[in-house]
């Protein structure tokens, strides 16, 4: 669907390295409508439910680490098939397997420091929008360019 969101986050290195705007910049060419950001230093606690899936894993410890070593700039993108988009955007998890072209693939070079976040199914975008924004932190508004240049 054309309103499809998805979660997609700038993690502490990419937001350190300065790369917020590149990330952001290729979302937005792409066609895709910004509709919730802001920048937040994410809790201990917080990041421990986002990652709720990868509890148990030998890296969990050093991934929230990580995830709270700065401020994160957080994002709802909506669009075309915005969840799986994003994922082909921000490329394999792992940056040595990320094609050139996509955000990892481009920008990084370690699964630890894979520079960005983004939902990986339709579930997970609405489970993750809720925990990282408030309804009335998402804009709900249009875009008549979008709607008449991007879209037939
Ligand atoms: P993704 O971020 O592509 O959705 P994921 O959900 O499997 O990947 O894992 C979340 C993050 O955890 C990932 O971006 C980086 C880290 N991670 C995943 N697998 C890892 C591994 N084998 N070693 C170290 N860090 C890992
Ligand atoms: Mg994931």
Same mark, same amino acid.
């Given at each position: 669907?054309?309103?499809e969101?998805t979660?997609?986050?700038v993690?502490?290195? @990419?937001v350190?390295?300065?790369? !917020?705007g590149?990330?952001i910049?290729?979302?937005?060419?792409?066609?895709?409508? &910004?509709? $919730?950001?802001?920048q937040?230093?994410?809790?201990k606690?917080?990041?421990?439910?986002?990652?709720?899936?990868?509890?148990?894993?030998?890296f969990?410890?050093?991934l929230?680490?990580?995830?709270?070593? @700065?401020p994160?700039v957080?994002m !709802?993108?909506?669009?075309?098939?915005?969840?799986?988009?994003g994922?082909?955007? &921000?490329? $394999?998890?792992?940056?040595?397997?990320?094609?050139p072209?996509?955000?990892?693939?481009?920008?990084?070079?370690?699964?630890?420091?894979?520079?960005?976040?983004g939902?990986?199914?339709?579930?997970s975008a609405?489970r993750?929008?809720?925990?990282?924004?408030?309804?009335?932190?998402?804009?709900?508004?249009?875009s008549?360019?979008?709607?008449?240049?991007?879209?037939?």
């Amino acid at each position: 669907a054309n309103n499809e969101r998805t979660f997609i986050a700038v993690k502490p290195d @990419g937001v350190q390295r300065g790369l !917020v705007g590149k990330i952001i910049q290729r979302f937005e060419d792409r066609g895709y409508k &910004l509709v $919730a950001l802001k920048q937040v230093t994410p809790s201990k606690d917080h990041l421990e439910v986002h990652y709720q899936d990868l509890k148990g894993k030998p890296f969990f410890p050093s991934l929230i680490s990580y995830m709270q070593s @700065g401020p994160v700039v957080a994002m !709802v993108w909506q669009g075309l098939d915005a969840v799986k988009q994003g994922r082909v955007m &921000l490329g $394999a998890t792992n940056p040595l397997q990320s094609a050139p072209g996509t955000i990892r693939g481009d920008f990084c070079v370690q699964t630890g420091r894979n520079i960005c976040h983004g939902s990986d199914s339709v579930d997970s975008a609405n489970r993750e929008i809720a925990h990282w924004f408030k309804t009335e932190e998402i804009n709900d508004y249009t875009s008549d360019q979008i709607n008449k240049w991007v879209y037939e």
